[in-house]
Structure formats: C-alpha cells, structure tokens
C-alpha cells in the first residue's frame, strides 16, 4: 500500500455525516466554516507529504552525504516502501534539487527579515548570518543542503546557481550599502560575503550536531558577533 498517498475523505458516507445545514436563506452556517477549515484537501495532503519527504532526505543527505543516501534509506526513514515515494517524486536527483531551492528560499526570508528589521548595511549582513543559520538549523532539522550540487543534472545545476548568484548579489550589495553608509569598513564585499557563508557552510554540512554542546541560537550568535567585529567600522 502506498503510505503516503493523500487519502479520499471525500466520500458519501463522510459527506453526509459532516454535511452542515443551511440557514432559510440557503446559506451554510459557521459549522461548515469551521469544517473546511480543519479538514485538508487532497492536493494540500499531497503537498505536506511530499514537504515531508524533502525533509527527510536533506536529513539523510546531510547526515551520510548524497551519494551514500539511497531511496531506500529515505523510504526507511519515512517508514514506507520505495515505490511509494515515486508518487511523489521522480528520481534523488529531484529530491536533491528541491533541498537546494529550500536553501535558497531559506536565504530569501533571512534577507527579507534582516531588510525588515535592521537599520543599516552592517546590521542587515549581521541579521542575514544570524537568521540563516536559525533558519537552515531549525525545528525541522536540516531541511536543506547547501553541497553536491555538482550531481545535478545540467538544467537543474543551472537554477541552483541562479538561485545562488542572486543570493550572492543581494547579500554583497547590503554590505556595499553599509560601506557606503559608514557602518561598515572599506572591505571587498564579495570577500566578505565568501567569508560570511564559508563558514555558515562549513557548519550546516560538516560540523553541527544538535545534541552538540552549543544551541543553534548561541552558534547564531556568535558567527553574527565574529562577522560584526570583523567588518564593522566601529572596531
């Protein structure tokens, strides 16, 4: 049986015992209100399993590498058969593109909260480190990676680094704005920004273990104090 399937909650049976009454005027009452709010379609079941998977393959990937996680280890970790998670994608190499493009949606909202929450060009490339490394390492898990892309098919490689050059862009022109506003020192900013991710790469596939010694937000903490005290004016 496929595990992972969306089931059909759809039925005459559930339809019927469920089926809200209709005012005179023929319209449903809050109970049919508060019924479609709780109860998922198909297509969103379909969208939380196939998220679920991602996730546990960026778990795998992260923890054994890409070329030593096979379908089968995905599958194990998910507790259903391998031919049940073709329902949901098309091959590893589909799993490891959609864990790239995570990272990089994950660097989008690092950036639009740090422009959201900072004042100036140091502050936003501080709250980029801080916020990514909370993001990348969160309640999830690692649900991303940020390595072997180098497997990926021609067209696939080319958006990752799409997704990856515009990342880059975006976080080197924060620091020129801070250069260009005093709060930041005159460095090369895509240095700088080499610098700033190296290390948060270095972290998220080599390093960290959450049952290690230091939480994720005081290793936050710390890569955005080290980043500011390296390129800060004020130092």
Not at 29 to 36: D, E, F, I, V
Not at 83 to 99: G, N, P
Not at 153 to 176: C, G, N, T, W
Request: glycine fraction near 6%; aromatic fraction near 8%.
């Amino acid at each position: 049986m496929n595990k992972l399937r969306p089931q059909n909650t759809t039925g005459a049976g559930v339809a019927s015992a469920v089926s809200p009454r209709r005012t005179k005027n023929g319209q449903r009452g809050k109970r049919a209100q508060a019924w479609s709010a709780i109860v998922q379609s198909p297509d969103e079941q379909y969208q939380l399993k196939r998220r679920a998977l991602i996730h546990a393959a960026a778990r795998a990937f992260n923890a054994r590498g890409y070329h030593n996680t096979s379908l089968d280890d995905v599958a194990a970790e998910l507790g259903v058969t391998r031919a049940a998670l073709y329902h949901y994608i098309r091959s590893k190499q589909e799993i490891l593109f959609e864990c790239h493009m995570l990272t990089y949606d994950l660097g989008d909202q690092a950036i639009a909260y740090a422009n959201l929450h900072a004042q100036n060009g140091l502050e936003r490339a501080c709250l980029i480190i801080r916020r990514f490394i909370e993001l990348f390492n969160g309640e999830m898990g690692r649900v991303a990676v940020m390595s072997e892309h180098e497997s990926l098919e021609p067209k696939m490689r080319a958006l990752i680094q799409k997704r990856r050059d515009d990342f880059d862009h975006e976080f080197r022109s924060i620091v020129e704005s801070g250069i260009r506003d005093g709060s930041i020192r005159a460095i090369d900013a895509k240095l700088a920004v080499f610098f700033a991710m190296g290390a948060v790469n270095w972290m998220g596939t080599r390093w960290y273990r959450p049952d290690g010694p230091l939480s994720v937000e005081q290793i936050a903490a710390s890569f955005e104090d080290m980043f500011r005290a390296a390129v800060s004016a004020d130092r």
